[in-house]
């Protein structure tokens, strides 16, 4: 056995001569053995039929006792498992010590047995002398035939016959080859336990620790998504405290600097003029950077809301253009717009419309040295869901094929160095994408090659509705 800590389950190994197949309970020609044996069949396909269902531990042990109990007519069951003592535990018993830390037996759940009993069974180390520890160490099975075997264990044996015992089984469970627990039975009357009932008993074991260890997954996997949810609220939530404390004073900052370009405070020089111009043209970009962080964190936070008007679609590109401009003007493109020419009307929220254009935009210029960019407008109307195509065209430097699967994550960068340069957060595409899909369309990618462009395609819906729709690249 290796050593246990509050960190590493326990478990033994299944030693070579506890792994001989089983073979399930024979039906026998006549009377009560075909009775009985039909029994434990309908017993065991009713295990495996239900076992499989989402269950807690305690109820996959409840489970199993109550058809052990049925099938076998059995008085008692017990379901324990291998585990550790927690740090400062109470002594839950007069029968055995409780050494902090050590491996022990805990209880699953019981049925059948007084509670006084039961509080001897919650916490028991494997040293304890009693048959369920001798089995969890030995992973072998243990039957007692009469009230006389089970007094062999004194202290333990007095309890359960004080109960009512008369005979007992105490069968180990295993999964995957690793001793999991124990289940025990116990009977009013004594029992000779010929071979199938035995066989019987021991399938029980098995079937009883997959289903708990299914259960046990299942509540482990809930923890760990419980504890990313949590992490990630967290996260959002400290970027947008830290990105709206920023916003604050920068937004001063910027004012007053304005105040003094435009000399309300007393003249300045040209040469003063151009450094406050630098000033405020290093804040504006700072504060659009806290502006997508702060896009960012309210997206992760959940707390994006959708709030649609009705407008105009020319008017609607013609916003983002103004606002993209003075950049692709300082780089020497031109931004042109083809397609679709007719008026229509949009029922959307106009403030996120803009700001995935503005980035899908943005992120065009940012890596285009020369060249157009072509904002293509395409409307496609099936008289259900009517769908406004953006699509923007590039000449930049491309995306290897490798990387496109990268694109739209938060805080990716292609080219770290290069991003850097461009005082880019790798936040533009992501937050397109999730505002596109707020708004029930999507963002895609839709050809890459390297030192030759790139096209990206957001597909919104003209009307907006609640429900998210899948968009297909046409």
Known sequence: MRPASDDTPVVISQPASSRTAYRLPAVSASGDDSRSASGRLRALAALSGSLTDALTPAEAATFVENEALSALGATSAVVVTLGVFPPASTPPSTLVRDPVGAPALILVHAVGLPEEVQATLKQLPLDSPVPLAEVARDGESIFLHSS?????????????????ANAASIVPVWANGELRGVLALTWGTPRSFDE?????????????????????????????????????????????????????????????????????YGSVSQ????????????GAHLLELVEELLGYARIEAGEEVVRPEHAQLATVVEQSIVLVRPLAEKKGLEIRVEGYAEALELFTDVR????????????????????????????????????????VID??????????E??????WQ??????????????????????????????????SVLARGSTFVAALPAKYEKAARAISRS
């Open 395 to 404: 000449t930049g430097r491309g995306i290897a094929v490798e990387n496109h």
């Open 414 to 447: 292609d080219d770290s160095a290069i991003m850097h340069a461009m005082g880019s957060t790798g936040l533009g595409l992501s937050v397109a994408r999730e505002l596109a899909r707020l708004l029930g369309g999507d963002v895609l990618l839709v050809r």
């Open 271 to 282: 040469l003063q003029k151009d450094q406050l111009g630098r000033v405020r043209a290093s």
């Open 196 to 264: 199938d009932e035995r066989a019987f008993v021991i399938t029980l074991g098995i079937m009883c620790a997959q289903a708990i260890m299914r259960a046990h997954l299942r509540d482990a996997e809930q923890r760990a998504r419980e504890a990313a949810e949590h992490a990630n609220r967290s996260k959002a939530h400290f970027l947008a405290t830290i990105s709206h404390e920023i916003r604050t004073p920068l937004n001063a900052m910027m004012g007053y600097t304005q105040l003094l370009a435009d000399e309300i």
């Open 148 to 164: 006389a075997e089970i007094l062999r264990y004194p202290a333990w044996g007095a309890a359960m016959v004080a109960a009512g």
């Open 406 to 411: 990268h694109i739209f994550d938060a805080f």
């Open 352 to 391: 996120k419309v803009r700001q995935i254009l503005v980035n899908l935009l943005a992120n065009a210029i940012k890596f285009s040295t020369s060249g157009d960019i072509v904002l293509l407008l395409r409307f496609a109307d099936d008289g259900i869901d009517p769908l406004v195509y953006f699509e």
